[in-house]
């Protein structure tokens, strides 16, 4: 299975503060990765998918890049309602597997 | 509104069975691939299961493969988890989620699994 390894785990962040989160595969994953934001107690929800794409209604402060095996995903100014965890997934093969995820806090 | 209903979860003794649902509506559930993820307490995402459109492929993790069946019903608008043998350490929130372009574009609420004596 390719293992993504996702760091840092944990983040403490200010309002407005730019923030970069990275996803590195054990093996090349072509651009075959998603980046989610979860805030306890919800589902999971899609921000980035095909590495860079922007999905649909996501404000555009979040992007996305990498191919390969290296990817990042960067929150260009930091608003209060994107304290959450983030996590990469793969989706090159099965099976599918996720990223540890990143705690984003309020410092 | 698309939208996905999970049901189904509860508490079950370890050795037992239990069978989750998603509904899903607002969309053609027929031409989606769906997939099933689980969140243990206090932890990170795990992927679960795999069924394309046409349930002509499907994939499990290892830690399930065996043990949980997946399947669907496209008349329905329904997709189904039934586990079997279930363990202390199935006990998660269980998610269906919707493909769209190689990401989980929809997810529902989820439903917890709770594996106790």
Redesign the interface.
């Known amino acids: 299975?390719i293992q993504m390894t996702q760091s840092p785990s944990s983040l403490s962040a200010s309002v407005g503060d730019r923030v970069t989160i990275t996803c590195r595969a054990s093996q090349g994953i072509r651009n075959?990765l998603?980046w989610?934001q979860?805030k306890p107690g919800?589902?999971?929800?899609?921000l980035i998918?095909?590495a860079s794409?922007l999905?649909s209604g996501v404000p555009s402060r979040f992007s996305g890049s990498g191919s390969g095996t290296d990817f990042t995903l960067t929150i260009s100014s930091l608003q209060p309602e994107d304290f959450a965890t983030y996590?990469c997934?793969q989706?090159y093969n099965?099976?599918?597997?996720?990223?540890?995820?990143t705690r984003l806090e309020i410092k | 509104e698309v939208q996905l209903v999970e049901s189904g979860g509860g508490l079950v003794q370890p050795g037992g069975s239990l069978r989750l649902s998603c509904a899903a509506s607002g969309f053609t559930f027929s031409s989606y691939n769906m997939n099933w993820v689980r969140q243990a307490p206090g932890k990170g995402l795990e992927w679960v299961s795999y069924i394309s459109s046409s349930s002509t492929t499907i994939y499990y993790a290892d830690s399930v493969k065996g043990r949980f069946t997946i399947s669907r019903d496209n008349a329905k608008n329904s997709l189904y988890l039934q586990m079997n043998s279930l363990r202390d350490e199935d006990t998660a929130v269980f998610y269906c989620a919707r493909v769209k372009w190689h990401a989980f574009d929809v997810w529902g609420q989820g439903t917890m699994v709770t594996v106790s004596s």
């Open positions: 299975a075959d998603g989610y979860q919800k589902a999971p929800k899609l998918y095909a794409s999905q996590y997934l989706d099965y099976p599918i597997t996720f990223g540890q995820g």
